[in-house]
Every structure is written in structure tokens, then in C-alpha cells.
């Protein structure tokens, strides 16, 4: 399989405003793009809101196969409104 260079994957995801259907499955589909690319962290950026995207982002980050760990971001990156995410060791 050949990997991709990180340049062509961004360092961040933009999930806010979307159902969260659509951003679990926006989520899946670029963990699998950043670690292909060899990406060690992403950004994945989900709102404050009501809360309930964080939520669910966070439940699925918590048993996906990709993810090694993850944490609220600083307050510079966006606190509750984003999450740190470091994949998994290829």
C-alpha cells in the first residue's frame, strides 16, 4: 500500500454545524486519510454548542482503531471546542 505524503492531508477537521451522522462519517473517513499519511496528531474541531458532537466525536474516537489517544485541546487551539487526537503507531 503506498502512503501518502501528510501536505496532502490537513492537520485539522471542521465538524461544526453538521448532524452528527455526517460527522462521525466525515470523522472516519479523514482518521483513515491522516494515517495513511503518516500523520502522528490531528485537530479535530467540533464546536462548543450544546455539547452532544463533542460527545459523540469523543465516544467514537474512544474505541476506534486508529486512535492511540486523545485530549481537549489548549485554550489556543480551542478548548472545549476541539479535540487532540495522536493515532496510532504504524
Do not use: W
Not at 17 to 29: G, I, S
Not at 30 to 43: E, I, N, Q, W
Request: aromatic letters at 4%; proline letters at 3%.
Amino acid at each position: 500500500m503506498q502512503h501518502q505524503r501528510s501536505e496532502e492531508c490537513p492537520t485539522e477537521i471542521h465538524l461544526r454545524r453538521l448532524t452528527v451522522d455526517d460527522a462521525l462519517f466525515r470523522l472516519e473517513r479523514y482518521l483513515d486519510k491522516a494515517y495513511l499519511a503518516g500523520m502522528p496528531t490531528v485537530l479535530v474541531i467540533h464546536g462548543k454548542g450544546t455539547g452532544t458532537l463533542r460527545q459523540a466525536v469523543r465516544k467514537e474516537l474512544k474505541n476506534h482503531p486508529l486512535v492511540k489517544s486523545f485530549r481537549r485541546a489548549e485554550l489556543e487551539d480551542g478548548g472545549d471546542g476541539a479535540t487532540i487526537v495522536e493515532l496510532a503507531d504504524q
